[in-house]
Nanobody
């Protein structure tokens, strides 16, 4: 039994597409802000996108227009649809669920964009 199951990562060519999935058993998923972050070795983890319990969506400027975040509270699942991928998108991607002050993270999944 794990709190998060992330899937969909892998190797993709520049300009390609990939969709990450995250299934969470976290409590109060429907009331929480869910987000995607990414991290490159040696650098700080950076915020990518989030979607609130009211389905308000925000994106980092670096991915705006290319990535789409979504959620389904009935499935306790969140997705990150990534299009027109660039080498700079290469990172370990982490899903997260935050309810009030309780922040929980997935284990991370590798996305590599390379030709």
């Amino acid at each position: 039994q794990v709190e998060f199951v992330e899937s969909g990562g892998g190797l993709v060519r520049p300009g390609g597409s990939l969709t990450l999935s995250c299934v969470s058993s976290a409590s109060h998923f429907n009331k929480a802000v869910v987000a995607w972050h990414r991290q490159v070795p040696g650098k700080q983890r950076e915020w990518v996108a989030d979607i609130s319990s009211g389905f308000i969506i925000k994106y980092a400027d670096s991915v705006k227009g290319r990535f789409t975040i979504s959620r389904d509270n009935r499935q306790n699942t969140m997705w990150l649809q990534m299009m027109n991928l660039k080498p700079e998108d290469t990172a370990v991607y982490y899903c997260s669920v935050q309810y009030l002050t309780d922040l929980r993270w997935g284990q991370g999944i590798q996305v590599t964009v390379s030709s």
